[in-house]
């Protein structure tokens, strides 16, 4: 049978949260960045739906298209150790491998792109921009801007093998908990979310722990 491994991006991929830092690099009201921290803690906890928080954090954007560059660069920085040290492991395993997550596509694809993750196996948000390119908004026709979003998806491209969730959010483990996935392995190199500690069936310090389970299966 055959393997599909599917990533979150955002404190798994990468060690920190892409929308937030689009954010907060061009804020800087404290109180605004606590929020905007708050809501996204709320979100991964499952404390509040992911809709909202989503829709929550979109409000303190102000930012334009040519600013996704400045950012790209931050993310390209904070690439998940383990990642980058197995980067050999992503690359010869990209076909089975997807990127499915709650973050945007403009801002994941230059970086996982680069460890040979093809862009039709990333589903992720998309910006809405006026005409003078300034973000506006997030599609709301994804099914991924709207809550289990990240089921929606992996239900419509009705894999046929072992589905195989990496993530640190209660977003992944929805996929398991409505059973289209086998198994949900909760990524803890970056974060450790207590509220969700319960609900992976094994705890990944780090992606080494993944591949040796992986090679010895």
Same mark, same amino acid.
């Given at each position: 049978?055959?393997?599909? $491994?599917?990533?979150d991006f955002d404190s798994t991929f990468i060690k920190i949260e892409s929308l937030d830092e689009l954010i907060i690099t061009f804020i800087r009201d404290r109180d605004? =960045?606590? %929020? *905007?921290?708050?809501?996204?803690?709320?979100?991964?906890?499952?404390?509040?739906?992911?809709? #909202?928080? =989503?829709?929550?954090?979109?409000?303190?954007?102000?930012?334009?298209?040519?600013? !996704?560059?400045?950012?790209?660069?931050? =993310?390209?920085?904070?690439?998940?150790?383990?990642?980058?040290?197995?980067?050999?492991?992503?690359?010869?395993?990209?076909? %089975?491998?997807? *990127?499915?997550?709650?973050?945007?596509?403009?801002?994941?694809?230059?970086?996982?792109? %680069?460890?040979?993750?093809?862009?039709?196996?990333?589903?992720?948000?998309?910006? *809405? /921009?006026d005409k003078n390119d300034k973000i506006v908004g997030v599609d709301k026709n994804n099914p991924l801007s709207k809550n289990n979003g990240k089921v929606k998806i992996?239900?419509?491209?009705? !894999?046929?093998?072992?589905?195989?969730?990496?993530?640190?959010? /209660?977003?992944?483990?929805? *996929?398991? @908990?409505?059973? /289209?996935?086998? #198994?949900?392995?909760?990524?803890?190199?970056?974060? %450790?979310?207590?509220?969700? !500690?319960? @609900?992976?069936?094994? !705890? =990944?310090?780090?992606?080494?722990?993944? $591949?040796?389970? /992986?090679?010895?299966?």
């Amino acid at each position: 049978m055959k393997d599909y $491994i599917i990533l979150d991006f955002d404190s798994t991929f990468i060690k920190i949260e892409s929308l937030d830092e689009l954010i907060i690099t061009f804020i800087r009201d404290r109180d605004s =960045l606590i %929020k *905007i921290q708050n809501l996204t803690k709320m979100g991964m906890n499952g404390e509040i739906s992911f809709q #909202k928080s =989503l829709t929550e954090r979109i409000k303190f954007l102000n930012t334009n298209k040519n600013d !996704l560059d400045i950012v790209i660069d931050v =993310l390209n920085q904070n690439i998940t150790d383990s990642f980058q040290k197995n980067k050999k492991f992503i690359q010869q395993n990209n076909e %089975k491998i997807f *990127i499915v997550s709650g973050g945007f596509f403009e801002l994941i694809y230059p970086i996982v792109s %680069k460890f040979g993750i093809k862009k039709k196996n990333i589903f992720a948000n998309k910006f *809405i /921009y006026d005409k003078n390119d300034k973000i506006v908004g997030v599609d709301k026709n994804n099914p991924l801007s709207k809550n289990n979003g990240k089921v929606k998806i992996i239900k419509s491209l009705n !894999l046929d093998g072992n589905v195989i969730v990496i993530g640190d959010g /209660y977003t992944d483990y929805e *996929i398991k @908990k409505y059973g /289209y996935a086998n #198994k949900f392995y909760l990524f803890i190199e970056n974060i %450790k979310r207590k509220k969700i !500690l319960d @609900k992976g069936d094994f !705890l =990944l310090k780090s992606l080494d722990d993944f $591949i040796n389970n /992986y090679n010895n299966d």
